[in-house]
């Protein structure tokens, strides 16, 4: 008798725990729908990311290839110097399109611009020189004391035809190698303290790269900011009008404040910042954010010449194009801690 009660209640148990097996069924077959939705909505995701990095590469070349088309015959046509100024805004025009173009374009393709850049900036430096008035040679009455006004007119061993060429201007000079006038910037150094005024970066294309253990700081408005292959950095920089572009970095603590942030393939970085748009990351593991804390003596002014919204920031709308999951925090990007936050920036 009690052999058959342990029976009946090994059945019970039994049927107890299949009774909980089935129910875990339906739990782990939605786990795994779940994840099998989300890989698809990942491969979906990436194949639009594709298609529209495929678009706007397609996109990139015909309006390049036409503005190109349009400023060289702009430089051929021009009759004076004043004439060159619309080949000049559409050469800067192109120069920003490849600045917002660089990370969806092919390393090939972003090095054929740059080299088209340089030598359409080349063609515009010369054909200024050609057009640039020249003085018209007259002789000087000479007093008859010509001894003494040869003094005051010469200093000693100055030719006069050297003398004269003190009051021609002097052509445009590119910033080191980094392809026309209207970009500056800092590379391939180490371990240095790196400044830039307003004056010389004022809504200009500023690219940093190569940079290793450095300081950098940016006074002013600039137009865009593109930092690559850069480590161990800090970087303060005033308003940027349109865009930064993070690229290969890692180890680096910034401040900047734009109207839109892209991070790519970048690690172990600090941001303090402001955003009027918002911040975009791929490819990347250990970003932090917090607001931006940076100031000096004109940053106000700046601002306003910025034309970006000081109330307005979004420094933690962060979009990860790695993580599609609403319901779950990126792993690759988080808000620094304020106890973290106290930066001495000077």
């Not at 680096?252 to 955003?275: G, N, P």
Request: net charge negative.
């Amino acid at each position: 008798m009690e052999s058959v009660s342990c029976s009946a209640a090994a059945v019970r148990t039994g049927d107890m725990e299949s009774q909980r097996d089935l129910s875990l069924v339906p739990e782990r077959l939605q786990r795994r729908e779940q994840e099998r939705q989300l890989e698809v909505e990942r491969r979906k995701q990436k194949r639009q990311n594709q298609e529209a990095e495929k678009e706007n590469s397609h996109f990139f070349a015909a309006t390049f290839a036409r503005e190109r088309a349009a400023v060289e015959e702009l430089l051929e046509r021009a009759e004076s110097v004043e004439g060159l100024e619309e080949a000049a805004s559409r050469l800067q025009g192109l120069q920003k399109l490849l600045n917002d173009s660089v990370f969806f374009l092919a390393a090939y393709d972003l090095r054929q611009g740059q080299q088209a850049l340089a030598r359409l900036q080349a063609a515009l430096d010369e054909r200024r020189r050609e057009l640039q008035p020249k003085k018209r040679f007259a002789f000087k009455t000479r007093r008859k004391d010509a001894a003494s006004s040869t003094k005051v007119d010469a200093a000693p061993g100055i030719p006069p035809a050297v003398e004269s060429l003190r009051d021609s201007p002097l052509p445009k000079k590119a910033e080191g190698d980094l392809g026309s006038s209207w970009v500056c910037g800092f590379s391939n150094l180490e371990s240095q303290v790196l400044e830039k005024r307003a004056s010389e970066l004022h809504q200009r294309d500023v690219l940093l790269t190569e940079l290793s253990n450095c300081t950098v700081k940016l006074y002013g408005n600039p137009n865009t900011l593109r930092l690559t292959r850069t480590h161990n950095c800090k970087l303060l920089c005033g308003p940027v009008s349109t865009s930064v572009f993070l690229e290969d970095c890692s180890d680096c603590v910034l401040a900047v404040a734009c109207q839109q942030l892209r991070i790519h393939s970048t690690k172990d970085t600090r941001i303090f910042l402001q955003v009027t748009s918002r911040a975009i990351v791929e490819d990347c593991s250990g970003i932090q954010f917090a607001p931006y804390t940076w100031s000096y003596p004109e940053i106000d002014k700046d601002f306003e010449s910025s034309g970006l919204d000081r109330s307005k920031n979004n420094w933690n709308d962060v979009d990860d194009f790695n993580w599609l999951a609403r319901d779950m925090a990126s792993p690759n990007w988080s808000i620094l801690p304020e106890e973290e936050r106290n930066i001495q920036w000077d």
